[in-house]
């Protein structure tokens, strides 16, 4: 199996501040690198698919980068509503896969 | 507006049969556009795909669980379900269902999730 390591697994910030969360996998993975927000006792949604597309309704201050093995995720200027567990998955194969959970938490 | 709807008992006796259906509304199960598929969230940890099928009930499943899981589609009621046999305290999670289209492995929509708790 592919394993995606996040980093940090918890991360504090501010309203307004830009954060940036990584995630890597253990082999290559091309592009095939998706982010999801969940909030407590919600399901996943899906941000961000294929490294760097906006899903649609996701506001523009998220944003992806990465290939093959190393990726981040950016929020440009935290928003009240955007604290939350970030988790990546990889979609290259199966079996998909995600990331153990970064957790932002508001300073 | 698409929605899925996970159902079925939350309390599982340990090596017994955990099963669960989602029912799909707004949107039709058939489509050859989309695999329907399991997740599952242990309490306070993170997320393990458990495996998705095709109208045309083609299969995938994660390697892990494949000798104990099942997924079935019944295209008539616009449902999807997931069997899981000889369960343990391990397998006590919250259990969503997913949408996925054919291209990317994304999930795109899930459902609100389930709680099974395996306890005897």
């Known amino acids: 199996d592919i394993q995606m390591t996040q980093s940090p697994s918890s991360l504090s910030a501010s309203v307004g501040d830009r954060v940036t969360i990584t995630c890597r996998a253990s082999q290559s993975i091309s592009s095939y690198l998706n982010w999801y927000q969940q909030k407590p006792g919600k399901a996943p949604k899906l941000l961000i698919y294929?490294?760097?597309s906006l899903q649609s309704g996701v506001p523009s201050r998220f944003s992806g980068s990465g290939s093959g093995t190393d990726f981040t995720l950016t929020i440009s200027s935290l928003q009240p509503e955007d604290f939350a567990t970030f988790y990546c998955?990889?979609?290259?194969?199966?079996?998909?896969?995600f990331g153990q959970g970064t957790k932002l938490e508001i300073k | 507006q698409l929605q899925l709807q996970a159902s079925g008992p939350g309390l599982v006796k340990p090596s017994e049969t955990l099963s669960l259906t989602c029912t799909v509304s707004?949107?039709?199960?058939?489509?050859?556009?989309?695999?329907w598929g399991w997740i599952r969230q242990p309490p306070g940890k993170g997320l393990q795909w458990i495996g998705d099928i095709y109208y045309s009930g083609r299969a995938y499943f994660n390697p892990s669980l494949k000798s104990r899981v099942t997924i079935s589609v019944d295209s008539s009621k616009n449902q999807f379900s997931l069997i899981l046999s000889s369960v343990t305290a391990a397998d006590t999670a919250v259990y969503y269902c997913a949408r996925r289209p054919t291209v990317g492995g994304l999930f795109d929509y899930w459902g609100q999730g389930t709680l099974v708790t395996v306890s005897s």
């Open positions: 707004g949107g039709s199960i058939s489509s050859s556009s989309y695999y």
């Open positions: 998955q990889q979609s290259y194969t199966t079996p998909y896969t």
């Open positions: 294929a490294t760097s």
